[in-house]
C-alpha cells in the first residue's frame, strides 16, 4: 500500500520561510518522480515543482521560481520543498504526488500517488 505522508505546513508571516516534507512508503521511491501541488480554496489544483527520480533535475512553476526549492533524499524516501519569501497568496493546502514517466509531468492528472495535504497559512 502506497502512501505519501506531508508534514511541516503551519501560519507564517508574510517574508518567512517553511519547509515540507513528504515521507513514502510502500514503493521503490528511487524509481519515481515526485511533484508537489498546491490548491487554495475556491480554485483548482495547481503545480508547484517537480524532481525526477534521481534528484538531478527539478522544475518550478512560475509563481514560485526563484522563492522555491525541491530536493530529495532517496535513502529517506523523502522529498522536500524549501519555501521561502512566502507570500500570502501562497497559502493553500500543499500536495506531493508520485507518478513514474520518462520525464515528470506538471499536470495533476498524471500522478499515480498523492499525500493528504498539509496546511500553510501565509499572514500579511
Known amino acids: 500500500q502506497v502512501q505519501l505522508v506531508e508534514s511541516g505546513g503551519g501560519v507564517v508571516q508574510a517574508g518567512g520561510s517553511l519547509r515540507l516534507s513528504c515521507a513514502a512508503s510502500g514503493l521503490t521511491f528511487s524509481s519515481w518522480n515526485m511533484g508537489w501541488f498546491r490548491q487554495a480554496p475556491g480554485k483548482e489544483r495547481e503545480f508547484v515543482g517537480n524532481?525526477?527520480?534521481?534528484?538531478?533535475?527539478?522544475y518550478y512553476g512560475d509563481s514560485v521560481k526563484g522563492r522555491f526549492t525541491i530536493s530529495r533524499d532517496n535513502a529517506k524516501s523523502t522529498v522536500y520543498l524549501q519555501m521561502n519569501s512566502l507570500k500570502p497568496e501562497d497559502t493553500a493546502v500543499y500536495f506531493c504526488?508520485?507518478?513514474?514517466?520518462?520525464?515528470?509531468?506538471?499536470?495533476?492528472?498524471?500522478?499515480?500517488?498523492w499525500g493528504q495535504g498539509t496546511q500553510v497559512t501565509v499572514s500579511s
Open positions: 524532481i525526477n527520480w534521481s534528484g538531478s533535475s527539478t
Open positions: 504526488a508520485a507518478e513514474r514517466n520518462v520525464q515528470p509531468r506538471v499536470r495533476f492528472s498524471d500522478y499515480d500517488y
